[in-house]
């Protein structure tokens, strides 16, 4: 007898047409929302029920292939751009309060700029200032801007970043990705007023998730095919792995006569009990943390997935199926227990997550 599988059927609760998907959405403290984009200079303020609040010209579109990444402090009080040559922290009317020039970055490289969790510090990396320089992490107090330490990192020019904070509001886990190569994680912790970097090794080609909200333990996806992951805070000794034969065991919804399904790098905390799993057919897969098993999947309203043949035609043959592509483009959840994505039709979109998930 199959394990129980329930499909949550979800509402759209709010959704915002856009010209083009954003590459950042940043929640910030008061349940708004920053969007920026890849080809537009602008960057537009929406409050939580997505209403304008203002676009202003920020320069934060991507340039020579390096993205412009938004990020808010916990308190709300500021967002940080990181660009390709240009490090600004700035108001939430966006006044600038603060900039860091530094060399440009590399094409599809980076790194965001990120608060500490109780928004007392300002982490970053930069790129060396000559080939012989290798990439500069740096920690700078947030109340004056002044630079406590800084650590040179492995790579020079070789890594795009990004920053996670911890429980611990002296510590964040950098991930560093090579592209299809390789995808390294750090733990950088601020003692004393040095840096401390240590490589997780056990974590080795492992995706950052998110942490459990008790701040126990961390979830990390698969780089390749080694499913999902998770680890101990702060020890970092894994405590659960679910490999992806045993996730897509008994799932034959979506069946295909070549490609099966696999967790597409987005694995993410609902509460304590429950993760999410986005997968490469567009679903998103709801396991239980206790028994690490699939029991069920969020079904929003509006987002199809379609099965395609050979040529790459829809089709609703079931001996032609090879493949499924969904309309889901980005999966976050927010503070609130609500589900956001962004959908290829250039629409952000929210969507109340039931009670019963909590």
Known sequence: MGKS???IQLNIHQKLAL???PICITELADGGYLLNFNKDPHVIRLDQSFNQVWKKDLQAQTINYVNCMITASPDGKMMALSGNEM???LDLDANLLWAFEHEPWGKFLGSPCAFSADGQLIWFIVPGSSALENDILYSVRA?????IDTWMMDGN???NYMFYPTPDNTAMIVEAAAGQDASLLYRMTLREGKIKCEELSQCHDRIMGTFSPDGKEFVTAPHHEDGIELFSFPEIEKTAVLKEKELFADRNEYPTTEDNDSVEYVVLYVNNKTLLAFTRFGR?????RESMSCTGELVPEGCEIRAYDMAGRPTT???EIIDYAGEIVTVSLTTKHQLLLTHNSGEVRLYNLPETLF
């Open 5 to 7: 599988f329930t499909q």
């Open 19 to 21: 010209e083009a998907n």
């Open 87 to 89: 490090i600004r922290i």
């Open 143 to 147: 109340c004056d801007y002044k630079v």
């Open 157 to 159: 020019q070789d890594y």
């Open 284 to 288: 998103l897969l709801l396991i239980d």
């Open 317 to 319: 043959d079931p001996r």
